[in-house]
């Protein structure tokens, strides 16, 4: 599992409220990525790390912020949570890019009412 | 747009049976491709790489090939077993800066006794 760790696992939330994701590694990964998985839909980006403070917006960046103070933790945060970032969310690690993998964390799922 | 297909969208073999997984992607140019393993509630792993200049890579019982020219990929799973049962997902990487991997929606194989 490459050393990450995501909480919660499961969390049901009412919308409106805000949610915060974080995602643990403990092999001092570069980059760092979180991403969202919905039926019917391939996993897509949402935001990366390329190292503390260095981030960038994925794909489906809306409605979604996140922070990098520390290299081993990088927290996801919905403002607002609506019905439609009822998903899974995935953190993958990776050391570098070329041919490098990304490592999945397992995952946190997230309903909102 | 850089686009991953795959084909079937599920399928269900018996144990023992081989199968043939499709993945074909408009993604140029590309860096290389990986076909990822997801059990169910957890997060994809890795199964094989491949750069444009390789043809097939095989990971025991799974061989991967790869037509750069066709833009086409095949995952291979011979004598399956229960524990095959997951989605596999394709994945490519582009060859340009910090685009990001480009996801399939996975085909779902559930294998039976």
């Known amino acids: 599992d490459a050393g990450i760790t995501q909480s919660p696992r499961h969390k049901v939330t009412e919308t409106g409220t805000p949610v915060t994701l974080r995602c643990h590694q403990t092999e001092n990964h570069r980059y760092m990525y979180w991403y969202r998985q919905d039926p019917g839909h391939g996993l897509r980006l949402i935001h990366y790390?390329?190292?503390?403070?260095?981030?960038d917006k994925g794909e489906v960046s809306d409605g979604y912020s996140v922070s990098r103070s520390k290299t081993e933790d990088f927290l996801l945060t919905l403002e607002s949570a609506t019905s439609s970032q009822t998903s899974v969310y995935f953190c993958?690690?990776?050391?570098?890019?070329?041919?490098?993998?990304?490592?999945f964390g397992p995952g946190t799922r997230l309903t909102v009412l | 747009k850089n686009q991953v297909e795959q084909s079937p969208q599920s399928l269900i073999i018996l144990e023992g049976k081989n199968c043939t997984l499709q993945?074909?992607?408009?993604?140029?140019?590309?860096?290389?491709l990986r076909w990822y393993k997801q059990d169910t509630g957890r997060g994809p792993v890795s199964l094989t790489i491949m750069t444009f200049s390789e043809n097939t890579k095989s990971n025991g019982r799974y061989t991967a090939t790869l037509d750069a020219d066709t833009k086409q990929s095949s995952l291979h799973i011979t004598a399956s077993q229960l524990s095959d049962s997951a989605s596999y997902i394709c994945?490519?990487?582009?060859?340009?800066?910090?685009?990001?991997?480009?996801f399939g929606k996975g085909t779902r194989l559930s294998v039976i006794a």
């Open positions: 993958a690690v990776a050391i570098g890019g070329g041919l490098d993998e990304q490592f």
């Open positions: 993945c074909n992607y408009t993604v140029s140019p590309f860096s290389n």
């Open positions: 994945v490519v990487r582009p060859n340009s800066g910090n685009t990001p991997l480009v």
């Open positions: 790390s390329y190292g503390v403070k260095d981030t």
